[in-house]
C-alpha cells in the first residue's frame, strides 16, 4: 500500500518536521533581533501577529484587537531580552496577549451595547458578531482554537507549533468547541 501526498503531510513525523523548521526559523529571527536587526522582527511579526489578532478575538471587543496586537508587538520588542527560549517565542507572545486581555478587562469602563437598529450594522456583520459572541462565551480552552482555526484560517498543527499546544490538544479543543458552538448555534435557531 502506498502512502498518498495528504496522508505524509498530516502524518506525526511530517508535522514534527514542520514544528522543528518552523522553530528553527524562530530562534534565528530571535536572534537576528536580539543583535540589533529590526527587519527579522517584522518577519516574526508577520509570523505571529494572526496567533496575536485571534488570541485577542477570543476575549476583547472587535473594535479594541487591532490596536492591542500593535502595544502587544512593541510590548515584546522591547522585553525580548527577557525571553529564556528563543524556540518559545510563539508561547510567549501568546501569553503576553493573553495577559493583555486580562488587563484590558480590568481597566474597561462601563459600556452601553448598541443594538442593530442604532449601530446600523448589516445583517452579516451582525450575524458573525453573534457567532465570535458565542465563541467568546465558550469555555477558555475551546475559544482561543475555535478563533485561530475559523477566523484566522491557521489549520491544527500551525495551531499547535504557534501556542505550544500539542498537536492532540488542539484535535480535543477544535473538535469539542466545534460540538458546542454547534449546540448554542442549534438553540438559537430555535428561538
Known amino acids: 500500500m502506498y502512502a498518498t ?15 522543528a523548521q518552523e522553530t528553527a526559523v524562530e530562534v534565528v529571527l530571535v536572534r537576528a533581533v536580539l543583535d540589533g536587526d529590526r527587519e527579522s522582527f517584522a518577519r516574526l511579526y508577520a509570523l505571529y501577529a494572526p496567533l496575536v489578532h485571534g488570541i485577542l478575538l477570543a ?11 500593535q502595544d502587544i508587538f512593541l510590548h515584546a520588542f522591547k522585553k525580548l ?14 501569553m503576553i496577549a493573553r495577559n493583555r ?30 457567532i465570535l459572541e458565542l465563541i467568546r ?7 482561543e482554537t475555535l478563533v485561530l ?13 504557534r501556542t505550544g499546544l500539542t498537536a492532540a490538544s488542539v484535535r480535543v479543543n477544535l473538535h469539542r468547541g466545534m460540538k458546542l458552538l454547534r449546540e448554542k448555534l442549534g438553540f438559537m435557531e430555535g428561538l
Request: charged share 30%.
Open 5 to 19: 501526498a495528504d496522508m505524509l503531510l498530516t502524518s506525526p513525523q511530517a508535522q514534527a518536521a514542520e514544528q
Open 101 to 130: 486581555a486580562v488587563d484590558f478587562h480590568r481597566r474597561a469602563k462601563e459600556t452601553v451595547e448598541l443594538d442593530d437598529e442604532v449601530r446600523g450594522s448589516n445583517t452579516q456583520d451582525s450575524k458573525a458578531a453573534e
Open 149 to 161: 482555526r475559523l477566523v484566522e484560517g491557521m489549520t491544527g498543527p500551525e495551531i499547535a507549533v
Open 81 to 94: 531580552h527577557t525571553l529564556r527560549d528563543a524556540a518559545a517565542f510563539g508561547p510567549w507572545i501568546g
Open 59 to 69: 476575549r476583547v471587543p472587535r473594535a479594541e484587537v487591532d490596536d492591542l496586537v
Open 137 to 143: 462565551n465558550l469555555p477558555e480552552a475551546y475559544r
